[in-house]
């Protein structure tokens, strides 16, 4: 199963790092050591620390990049705890950080998951087994507008309120348990037309994970820890899979590449005043065509990068 994950952007993401044989490199999202292994087989002097709180996927990757070499330390926890783990671990500058926003694949296709719309299996969604709260809880919890809230800010879904009163008029009589059990009441709520083009469950299975997991909530103060550990040279590049994901990462580079709109036009701004950081690329990196038929997963992806200057 888990050879079924295949990393996404691998060389684009990894050559924009701009590795050296001695380079610290983080990288915030382990997941089955795709893009960690690779990593590592390019910094033979320097050292890797990966995030992760998937148990499982810290099990697998060990051993994997074992097999690389044996200059990393694999962190158990969310990355919005960047720094002050870095920080037991002595370290306060990195050369690099890489952040993988997607969801795994074995995670998608372990159905005992919960994270699968075509897969039967009690409602979970969590990354980290010891998370309190789980899609279970959501479903069965939430208020209406509570549900109809997520449902169209985390799934920009046009039937959102509709969804969730139908969700809330199905618990009445018993507890919504399954992810087929709740794709059927999400059927019942979105008209036939609209079940053609996409499956009708994709856009609130993708909001009730984000709710579980807190995914837009970390990344900010996650990636300006990371602009705060560079390096000068250093740099940060990000995966995104949904255009939430990406409006956030560009709007937190494009600000701190920004010049003080009160200097833009004067012909000598003097050092001090310039940005700390500058992007690496100005447009968002896509996956080629070639990527996207291998793993049609790949085709939502999108690389930015940034690099601190000063």
Same mark, same amino acid.
């Given at each position: 199963?888990?050879?079924?994950?295949?990393?996404?952007?691998? /060389?684009?993401?990894?050559?924009?790092?701009?590795?050296?044989?001695?380079?610290?490199?983080?990288?915030?999202?382990?997941?089955?050591?795709?893009?960690?292994?690779?990593?590592?087989?390019?910094?033979?002097?320097?050292?890797?620390?990966?995030?992760?709180?998937?148990?499982?996927?810290?099990?697998?990757?060990?051993?994997?990049?074992?097999?690389?070499?044996?200059?990393?330390?694999?962190?158990?926890? %969310?990355?919005?705890?960047?720094?002050?783990?870095?920080?037991?671990?002595?370290?306060?500058?990195?050369?690099?950080?890489?952040?993988?926003?997607?969801?795994?694949?074995?995670?998608?296709?372990?159905?005992?998951?919960?994270?699968?719309?075509?897969?039967?299996?009690?409602?979970?969604?969590?990354?980290?087994?010891? %998370?309190?709260?789980?899609?279970?809880?959501?479903?069965?919890?939430?208020?209406?507008?509570?549900?109809?809230?997520?449902?169209?800010?985390?799934?920009?879904?046009?039937?959102?309120?509709?969804?969730?009163?139908?969700?809330?008029?199905?618990?009445? %009589?018993?507890?919504?348990?399954?992810?087929?059990?709740?794709?059927?009441?999400?059927?019942?709520?979105?008209?036939?037309?609209?079940?053609?083009?996409?499956?009708?469950?994709?856009?609130?299975?993708?909001?009730?994970?984000?709710?579980?997991?807190?995914?837009?909530?970390?990344?900010?103060?996650?990636?300006?820890?990371?602009?705060?550990?560079?390096?000068?040279?250093?740099?940060?590049?990000?995966?995104?899979?949904?255009?939430?994901?990406?409006?956030?990462?560009?709007?937190?580079?494009?600000?701190?590449?920004?010049?003080?709109?009160?200097?833009?036009?004067?012909?000598?701004?003097?050092?001090?005043?310039?940005?700390?950081?500058?992007?690496?690329?100005?447009?968002?990196?896509?996956?080629?065509?070639?990527?996207?038929?291998?793993?049609?997963?790949?085709?939502?992806?999108?690389?930015?990068?940034? /690099?601190?200057?000063?």
């Amino acid at each position: 199963m888990k050879e079924k994950h295949i990393s996404v952007l691998l /060389e684009e993401s990894i050559s924009s790092l701009n590795l050296k044989e001695n380079s610290i490199i983080v990288d915030c999202t382990l997941g089955y050591g795709g893009h960690s292994s690779n990593i590592l087989a390019r910094i033979k002097k320097g050292f890797l620390f990966a995030f992760d709180q998937d148990s499982e996927a810290i099990r697998h990757s060990t051993d994997r990049l074992n097999a690389v070499g044996t200059n990393f330390t694999i962190i158990k926890s %969310n990355f919005v705890h960047l720094k002050e783990k870095l920080k037991e671990q002595g370290v306060d500058k990195v050369d690099g950080v890489l952040f993988d926003l997607g969801v795994s694949s074995p995670q998608l296709d372990e159905k005992e998951r919960g994270f699968s719309y075509h897969e039967d299996a009690r409602l979970d969604m969590r990354m980290d087994k010891d %998370n309190p709260l789980s899609a279970y809880e959501v479903v069965n919890n939430y208020s209406k507008e509570q549900l109809a809230n997520i449902f169209y800010k985390y799934g920009e879904d046009k039937f959102s309120n509709n969804i969730a009163k139908k969700i809330v008029e199905y618990r009445q %009589n018993k507890k919504i348990e399954t992810t087929l059990e709740l794709v059927e009441i999400i059927k019942t709520a979105v008209p036939m037309k609209f079940r053609i083009d996409k499956h009708p469950a994709r856009q609130i299975f993708q909001a009730i994970r984000i709710e579980v997991n807190n995914e837009l909530g970390v990344i900010e103060p996650a990636i300006n820890q990371a602009l705060d550990l560079l390096n000068v040279g250093g740099r940060v590049a990000v995966i995104t899979f949904h255009s939430l994901e990406d409006r956030l990462v560009k709007n937190i580079f494009k600000e701190k590449c920004a010049i003080d709109p009160k200097l833009k036009g004067m012909p000598n701004i003097p050092a001090e005043y310039l940005p700390d950081f500058e992007l690496v690329v100005n447009k968002a990196i896509n996956p080629s065509e070639e990527e996207i038929k291998n793993n049609p997963r790949a085709r939502s992806a999108k690389l930015r990068v940034i /690099e601190r200057i000063k």
